[in-house]
């Protein structure tokens, strides 16, 4: 995701803090201990750093925690899939989620439901043993898992379909041409989404 950004916006200096105990406190349900922990992250980001803005890339986080960062936040903060949910809900009702980490699931449903304004249908392949295989370097067992979920969602017939984390994101174009329904990954939009708040900065 770095080297994404760095290559589209080569201009800008990138901090990326890192600390893989979040993913786990989200996997026990902590989402308060989570929310503390990206929220210092963040407060590190900008006195350390001198970061202007911030992007929470865990889609697991809820938005009562997001709200809970941004109340403490000493710079804009945006939520990696908060871009790609209000343009996937532009497509229509029906919404496909391809999410292979178990707790991406409803922080998903609940971005979308919210971006939307209106109640949707919400078809959600998880696919927990992609990510799995992926996190012991099995990166084409990842794929095959992958389009196999893909191809679930897109016999659903959604008008669109959103990728629940972006692990997945190298997969966008592909899945796009595969599911022949507007497909939608958070690495892009949230890149617009960090230029809309530089500019402003």
């Given at each position: 995701?770095s080297?994404?950004?760095?290559?589209?916006?080569?201009g800008?200096?990138?901090?990326?803090?890192?600390?893989?105990?979040?993913?786990?406190?989200?996997?026990?349900?902590?989402?308060?201990?989570?929310?503390?922990r990206?929220?210092?992250?963040?407060?590190?980001?900008?006195?350390?750093?001198?970061?202007?803005?911030?992007?929470?890339?865990?889609?697991?986080?809820?938005?009562?925690?997001?709200?809970?960062?941004?109340?403490?936040?000493?710079?804009?903060?945006?939520?990696?899939?908060?871009?790609?949910?209000?343009?996937?809900?532009?497509?229509?009702?029906?919404?496909?989620?391809?999410?292979?980490?178990?707790?991406?699931?409803?922080?998903?449903?609940?971005?979308?439901?919210?971006?939307?304004?209106?109640?949707?249908?919400?078809?959600?392949?998880?696919?927990?043993?992609?990510?799995?295989?992926?996190?012991?370097?099995?990166?084409?067992?990842?794929?095959?898992?992958?389009?196999?979920?893909?191809?679930?969602l897109?016999?659903?017939?959604?008008?669109?379909?959103?990728?629940?984390?972006?692990?997945?994101?190298?997969?966008?174009?592909?899945?796009?041409?595969?599911?022949?329904?507007?497909?939608?990954?958070?690495l892009?939009?949230?890149?617009?989404?960090?230029?809309?708040?530089?500019?402003?900065?």
């Amino acid at each position: 995701m770095s080297r994404y950004y760095a290559a589209n916006e080569p201009g800008w200096t990138l901090v990326n803090l890192l600390d893989d105990g979040v993913m786990r406190r989200l996997d026990g349900r902590d989402t308060e201990g989570a929310a503390r922990r990206l929220a210092s992250m963040v407060s590190t980001a900008h006195q350390e750093y001198g970061a202007q803005s911030a992007l929470i890339t865990c889609s697991a986080l809820s938005a009562r925690g997001m709200g809970a960062i941004r109340a403490a936040a000493p710079v804009p903060v945006v939520k990696i899939d908060e871009p790609m949910a209000r343009a996937a809900v532009l497509e229509g009702r029906r919404i496909g989620v391809l999410a292979t980490f178990p707790a991406t699931v409803e922080t998903t449903r609940e971005l979308l439901e919210t971006a939307a304004g209106v109640p949707l249908e919400i078809q959600v392949e998880l696919a927990a043993e992609a990510l799995r295989a992926l996190l012991d370097g099995g990166e084409a067992a990842h794929d095959a898992i992958f389009f196999q979920a893909l191809d679930r969602l897109a016999a659903w017939r959604p008008d669109a379909i959103v990728l629940a984390q972006v692990s997945m994101a190298r997969l966008h174009e592909a899945a796009r041409r595969r599911a022949g329904v507007p497909v939608f990954s958070s690495l892009a939009s949230s890149l617009d989404a960090m230029r809309a708040i530089m500019r402003r900065a």
